[in-house]
């Protein structure tokens, strides 16, 4: 079992920035790597980025590059979603997740475990 621990969302002018960070804990070995999602009200649960725990392989979907950037810290076992130059269409639920392969084109159907996400929401 792992267990994931969003923190970090919160309301934002557009243009503005923040950090969401997701603590691992539990059999963290497992995962091969973690990643990010969102879900917007109405919409589907979408991939945004994922990293490897190890080396420094990372995927961002299309409408992010540039502006987001995923990162961890081994040694916290933390994985860290920083968002600069949000739209109001980043505004959504933002998950954290355990996954068994790095790909961008991830879906929550490959996800292992899911944290219980953090609200971010962007004004105009």
């Known amino acids: ?3 994931l621990v969003e923190s970090g969302g919160g309301l ?3 243009g503005g920035s923040l950090r969401l960070s997701c603590a691992a804990s539990g059999r963290t070995s497992s995962s091969y790597a973690m990643g990010w999602f969102r879900q917007a009200p ?3 649960r979408e991939f ?7 080396y420094s392989s990372t995927v ?3 409408s992010v590059k540039g502006r987001f950037t995923i990162s ?3 040694s916290k076992n933390t994985v860290y979603l920083q968002m600069n130059s949000l739209k109001p269409e980043d505004t959504a639920v933002y998950y ?3 996954l068994p392969f790095l790909s961008a084109k991830l879906s929550g159907d490959n996800v292992d475990y ?5 609200q971010v929401t962007v004004s105009s």
Do not use: L
């Open 1 to 3: 079992q792992v267990q």
């Open 12 to 14: 934002v002018q557009a």
């Open 60 to 62: 961002y979907v299309d």
């Open 48 to 54: 945004v980025a994922a990293i490897r725990w190890s």
């Open 72 to 74: 961890r810290d081994n």
């Open 42 to 44: 109405g919409k589907e």
């Open 96 to 98: 954290c997740a355990a």
């Open 114 to 118: 899911w944290g219980h996400g953090t």
